[in-house]
């Protein structure tokens, strides 16, 4: 495979469930990302590993968790949601760090989980 | 903080009429500025960037943006629309760090 794969792609799950995305990578990139994408609402950045430290956690509720256990893995869990966490879930990665800048990096997508929350 | 406003959520155009869709960037450091394609049940896919020198950037699948500082301005263009390049465009903004701050898109029809 190659590029950025996740799995599953679409998920129904009640709000007492507890379920996990996952991410992979296959394209030697150090960084990645999750991504909630809502209709009619800009993407928005939920989280961003780099060599496996989180770097930024942009004020997501904790009962979303991420997980990076090496460079090519990125799992997001899921537990107690509400029904307005259903939207579709892209994970990213890119080349970072690097002497250019992380700020200059191509971010390769995944076709992205559709997350329905019952 | 930087953001991106993009003007007009749909656009329509003929097959084979110019597409011209709409960013503008706030920013107060120099900006990193990109454009991004998002195909149905697909995710997105870099179509160009604009990072230093040249303002005029050319990408894949013959669409171009100029970056114009003085109008805070990334608009992407394309002189023939074809009907393949139906799809949701977004413009998105970054500085040095990881975080890509994106509009909410455009959704670009293109029609027989």
């Known amino acids: 495979e190659t590029g950025v794969t996740q799995t599953p792609r679409h998920l129904v799950m009640g709000m007492t469930n507890k379920k996990s995305l996952k991410c992979e990578q296959h394209l030697g990139h150090n960084a990645m990302y999750w991504y909630k994408q809502s209709a009619k609402k800009p993407l928005e950045l939920m989280f961003v590993y780099s060599l496996e430290e989180r770097v930024e956690n942009n004020s997501v509720p904790s009962r979303f968790s991420p997980e990076c256990p090496n460079s090519s893995h990125l799992f997001l869990h899921l537990h107690t949601l509400q029904p307005e966490d259903s939207a579709l879930y892209l994970c990213?990665?890119?080349?970072?760090?690097?002497?250019?800048?992380?700020?200059?990096?191509?971010?390769?997508f995944g076709p992205g989980t559709r997350l329905t929350v019952l | 903080a930087q953001s991106v406003t993009q003007l007009g959520s749909h656009v329509s155009v003929s097959e084979g009429a110019l597409v011209l869709l709409r960013c503008n960037y706030s920013?107060?450091?120099?900006?990193?500025l990109f454009w991004y394609v998002q195909y149905p049940n697909q995710g997105l896919q870099l179509l160009l960037k604009y990072t230093t020198g040249a303002t005029l950037v050319k990408g894949i699948n013959g669409f171009e943006a100029e970056f114009k500082k003085s109008e805070t301005s990334f608009h992407l263009t394309k002189p023939s629309a074809h009907m393949s390049d139906a799809a949701e465009y977004f413009c998105a903004v970054s500085n040095s760090g990881y975080a890509l701050n994106f509009g909410k898109g455009t959704s670009l029809l293109v029609t027989p």
């Open positions: 920013s107060s450091v120099p900006p990193y």
């Open positions: 990213a990665s890119s080349q970072g760090p690097g002497t250019s800048g992380a700020g200059t990096d191509t971010q390769y």
